[in-house]
């Protein structure tokens, strides 16, 4: 287990910090900005997904879409796996070596990441297309063995482009930006795929001809991939960063400012080969459960029951993740600025931060839920009568999801202090639990117990880090803001949401009219207690109307009440050998 940064960190945390310069204001500036466009483009992904199911249900039939979404979960799975934690490698090389003003370093160590990712996608995807018939086998029943067989073979051949694609644009965070990653991830492909998706069927292609176009869009996306890492790597060798503090990056084994030259022999190859992936090789298993935990559950649905129950419940379910993807925004910005502070043993404006983001995270998503739970049986109803089904599963993982937002980002502390083995342990009791769980219910409660399985292991994957966070590192996740934020959500949307259900039914007007009760008289109360939901903070600055901006202010008022910022580095770039760099997860993984 790693532990929590110790050395030089805490000799600087004990220390008075200067106060933030402008030069510091304008990098956070920047980040704010990325993360802004990181909230627009999570909004941008849910509509996008949301959109697709919808085509693919309209156009293909539940049994078809069924079809076509237990080939992207087997697909999102392998991808996954795939992709090796290279993105969170080089995520933590390329910002290294540019503190290190070794930005010459970066191509060969981009390649170091990579190649072995090529290898194995590769491999993954001649597994996929030469094994597609037993693999259908698996989790398809009658005459759907055979579509789900052929859809997967077509699949194969993307494989490695959608790795190579989503491990290139997650590098570009190591150069302090995100608007790579949400323009052409988020925005970019995730617009793009209901529309290809409608102009193959209305082309009169079948649910083969729509799994080739939807995988041909990480080959389109690919394209600026390049185009974008190629110009931010020119960038970075034309000018590049001077460390924030005097001395404190330190040279890394294997590069050339250990070496003294700007080269990478044999030696220094083996070395950086042997560092990247001592890094990178445990965020891979990482990776794979946190994929498993979104997706396996629709494959164990197909196996367990059919295929077009599997299509209901994946298209029911991900209709309330838009509220996931933008919690997961917020949480993504926030969470560098965690890392900074835990680095310094800044357990008091952790704790603070963590506590207002949850509070943040609360106000975004409570309203959503409670209108799904109160109108789903309209939501579901926009995909088509059969997909009714879902509303059990649909209501369960949306109760889940309310637990979940109460703590804000638990799992990212527990990550982001260091402790990269427990959160893995974390991840590995998440998905049995959700596996286990899953072979239990579904033979007795079909998609519904799918659905309560998954909002369990929302709470556990919570729960479970909150306490450990409070234990262990001192850092409070009870949010006093969250159940303001809650409390308020609930009778500002919750009560109009139930007297429309009562009094409209199950219909779009009664949707349409507590939504626009609720969310007026939802903003008039988060503004009548604007103190008491961190609101306050949010506004502190209007320059900074983003998740990072405030993050910073609120972090810096906690640690520094008299007025100081109290500012902290994005990602300490020390030479501890006890240290774990925190990984920079990437967006949910929606394909």
Request: with cysteine.
């Amino acid at each position: 287990m790693s532990e929590v940064p110790q050395g030089d960190a805490t000799a600087r945390s004990g220390s008075a910090e200067p106060d933030e310069g402008s030069s510091d204001q304008n990098h956070l500036g920047g980040v704010a900005r990325g993360g802004a466009l990181n909230l627009v483009g999570a909004l941008v992904y849910g509509a996008s997904n949301f959109a697709l199911l919808w085509v693919l249900n309209r156009e293909l039939g539940i049994t078809a879409a069924g079809v076509a979404l237990v080939a992207i979960a087997a697909f999102n799975i392998l991808a996954r796996v795939a992709e090796l934690g290279a993105a969170t490698g080089l995520i933590r090389w390329v910002s290294r070596l540019r503190a290190e003003r070794t930005p010459d370093l970066i191509a060969p160590t981009m390649w170091v990441g990579l190649v072995p990712v090529t290898v194995i996608s590769v491999c993954f995807a001649w597994v996929l297309g030469t094994h597609s018939d037993s693999i259908a086998q698996l989790f398809a029943d009658g005459e759907t063995v055979g579509q789900l067989s052929k859809v997967l073979a077509a699949l194969a051949p993307f494989l490695p482009f959608a790795v190579f694609e989503t491990v290139l644009v997650s590098a570009t965070r190591g150069y302090d930006v995100m608007w790579p990653q949400a323009a052409i991830e988020k925005i970019g492909r995730a617009a793009l795929l209901p529309i290809v998706v409608l102009v193959t069927t209305r082309l009169g292609g079948d649910v083969v001809a729509v799994a080739r176009a939807w995988a041909a869009t990480n080959l389109v996306a690919l394209v600026p991939a390049v185009i974008v890492t190629r110009r931010l790597m020119q960038r970075a060798c034309q000018t590049p960063i001077v460390p924030e503090e005097h001395g404190a990056a330190s040279a890394t084994p294997g590069t050339s400012a250990h070496l003294g030259a700007q080269r990478l022999d044999r030696a220094a190859w083996l070395a950086t080969t042997r560092s990247f992936w001592a890094f990178s090789a445990p965020r891979a298993a990482g990776q794979t459960f946190e994929v498993s935990i979104a997706w396996i559950d629709t494959l164990l649905v197909s196996a367990l029951i059919s295929t077009s129950a599997a299509g209901i419940y994946a298209s029911g379910t991900r209709y309330v993740l838009i509220g996931a993807f933008v919690g997961e925004a917020l949480m993504q910005v926030v969470g560098p600025r965690v890392s900074g502070l835990m680095t310094r043993h800044r357990y008091r404006a952790t704790s603070h931060l963590v506590r207002t983001a949850a509070g943040w995270q609360t106000a975004i998503t409570w309203p959503m839920y409670l209108l799904v739970i109160a109108f789903a049986p309209v939501l579901l109803g926009v995909f088509g009568e059969q997909v009714l089904a879902a509303e059990g599963a649909l209501l369960a993982l949306s109760l889940g999801l309310m637990v979940f937002s109460l703590f804000g980002p638990a799992a990212s502390v527990i990550l982001m202090g260091g402790r990269s083995s427990q959160a893995m342990g974390n991840a590995a009791a998440a998905v049995t639990f959700n596996v286990v769980g899953n072979l239990l219910l579904i033979p007795w409660l079909g998609i519904t117990g799918a659905g309560v399985v998954w909002a369990l292991t929302l709470v556990l994957s919570a729960a479970l880090p909150a306490s450990q966070a409070h234990r262990q590192m001192q850092v409070d996740m009870v949010s006093r803001t969250a159940l303001w934020a809650a409390g308020i959500a609930t009778v500002t949307v919750g009560v109009p949401a139930a007297f429309f259900r009562v009094v409209a039914g199950a219909t779009p007007t009664g949707l349409f009219l507590a939504t626009l009760v609720g969310l007026g008289a939802f903003g008039a109360g988060m503004w009548r207690f604007r103190s008491e939901t961190g609101l306050d903070d949010l506004m502190a600055d209007p320059a900074q109307l983003s998740p990072v901006g405030p993050a910073a202010n609120i972090a810096g008022r906690a640690e520094h009440p008299a007025g100081s910022a109290g500012s902290a580095p994005l990602l300490d770039l020390s030479d501890d050998s006890r240290r774990q760099f925190p990984t920079m997860p990437g967006g949910t993984d929606g394909r």
